[in-house]
């Protein structure tokens, strides 16, 4: 199974991923990005593509 996983350090304050995600896996609790539904992730990976360099990371297992 596909799962985004955040390196927060790169990350900084990137949050355009909320719009990005086709099934709405992140989401923004307390001003943080968190993954919060990553088991309707469809590893379409935008969101790696589209966040600063090494932010995030699709793994699939
Ligand atoms: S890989 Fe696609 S579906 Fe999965 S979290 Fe990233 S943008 Fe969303």
Redesign the pocket.
């Known amino acids: 199974m596909?799962?985004?996983v955040i390196n927060y350090e790169k990350l900084g304050k990137y949050d355009e991923?909320l719009e990005?995600?086709?099934?709405?896996?992140?989401e923004k609790v307390n001003g943080k990005i968190v993954?919060k539904r990553?088991q309707?992730?469809?590893?379409?990976?935008?969101?790696?593509a589209n966040a600063p360099e090494g932010a995030?990371t699709?793994v699939d297992n």
């Not at 309707?40 to 790696?48: F, K």
């Open positions: 596909p799962r985004p991923v990005i995600c086709p099934t709405q896996v992140f993954v990553p309707d992730c469809i590893g379409c990976r935008a969101c790696e995030i699709v």
